[in-house]
């Protein structure tokens, strides 16, 4: 079975501290996303890679950055905590080419204070 | 990112069967995916659709007409479990890199 596993199911930061959110896939996959999920707005893409070192800004990257130094991690930073950013986040990974699904991590509950 | 339309909620009878619709922007269009996903837990895999027609998978089943952007879940023999959101997602290529935008997903609510 494919996992995506994420650093923390619950996360509780003060605002203005540096969050960092990890995420873990062991099935050799060459893209890794990073959601957020907010109700009423759905998944919302912040960032993605499809390669080592590589990545992609997503449709909402303000305040957030990511990196990728190995295949199988993807992180998502936040360098000055804000409570707008107060959300789930939900990593997820695929392969790279046409018709491959992506799989979700557990997902992370952040709550800025 | 590109507009997905698909209803906020809907509300079924168990064994009944519903229909989802999704309909979205054909421009970059590259396939189509719907997810299911339970309150609390992460979105599972169901269907996928990149050519048009009827894909069949047990009591779902997911339809795609590419000319008219238009796609719909249709889950047969409701039972209660079935009661989650299901997140329409269409990928598009933008700037050579293939992107999977999201729905805001419909909530399904399945009463005795």
């Known amino acids: 079975d494919v996992k995506v596993t994420q650093s923390s199911r619950y996360l509780v930061k003060r605002t203005g501290e540096k969050v960092f959110l990890e995420c873990v896939q062991d099935m050799d996959h060459e893209n890794m996303f990073w959601y957020r999920q907010d109700p009423g707005l759905g998944l919302r893409l912040i960032y993605f890679s499809y390669d080592v070192k590589m990545k992609e800004k997503g449709d909402i990257p303000e305040g957030y950055s990511v990196s990728r130094e190995k295949k199988e991690r993807f992180s998502l930073i936040l360098e000055s905590a804000s409570t707008n950013q107060t959300s789930m986040y939900l990593c997820?990974?695929?392969?790279?080419?046409?018709?491959?699904?992506?799989?979700f991590g557990p997902g992370t509950r952040l709550l800025v204070l | 990112g590109q507009n997905i339309d698909q209803p906020t909620e809907m509300t079924a009878t168990e064994g009944a069967i519903v229909q989802i619709n999704c309909t979205y922007q054909t421009s970059g269009f590259n396939g189509l995916f719907w997810y299911q996903q339970h309150a609390g837990e992460a979105p599972t895999f169901l269907s996928y659709n990149v050519l048009d027609g009827l894909e069949e998978k047990g009591r779902f089943s997911s339809f795609l007409s590419r000319s008219k952007g238009y796609s719909y879940l249709l889950l047969k023999e409701l039972q209660m479990k079935d009661s989650a959101s299901y997140l329409c997602a269409v990928r598009f290529e933008v700037r050579g890199s293939y992107i999977p935008t999201f729905g805001r997903g419909t909530s399904l609510i399945v009463h005795p």
């Open positions: 997820a990974s695929s392969l790279s080419g046409g018709g491959e699904t992506q799989y």
